[in-house]
């Protein structure tokens, strides 16, 4: 069986390189903070499978992050945070006071 092509990110220049850097060092959000670790060690030539295993996360999601990085450069770093479970309660009962009851 043949051996699947390694996926890596594009070329990286210099001061995307330095900006990556800069986001890995300081960012507060947890996952931008390991999406840019990611994308670094790909553009030093890591192989998938070596950067999941350094970064405990699955090959998958080590693709998923390079081929978004690939796709959509420093957007696809950022968290996709949804809006959260629906809520319960609909509006007309949100609004009734204890008056009503």
């Known amino acids: 069986m043949a ?4 996926v890596f990110v594009r070329p990286v220049t210099p001061e995307e ?3 990556l850097q800069q ?3 300081t960012s507060k959000q947890p996952v931008r903070m390991r999406r840019a670790i990611v994308v670094m060690a790909s553009a030093q030539g890591q192989p ?3 950067i999941g295993k ?10 998923q ?4 990085f690939n796709e959509h450069g420093f957007a696809a770093l950022d968290p996709k ?3 959260g479970r629906p809520s319960k ?3 007309k009962t949100r609004e009734r006071t204890d008056a009503d009851l």
């Open 3 to 6: 051996r699947r092509p390694g």
């Open 17 to 19: 390189g330095r900006r």
């Open 23 to 25: 986001i890995a060092r």
């Open 48 to 50: 998938v499978p070596l």
């Open 54 to 63: 350094l970064m405990q996360v699955t090959e998958g999601y080590v693709r």
């Open 65 to 68: 992050v390079i081929h978004d």
């Open 81 to 83: 945070w949804s809006g």
């Open 89 to 91: 309660t609909d509006k």
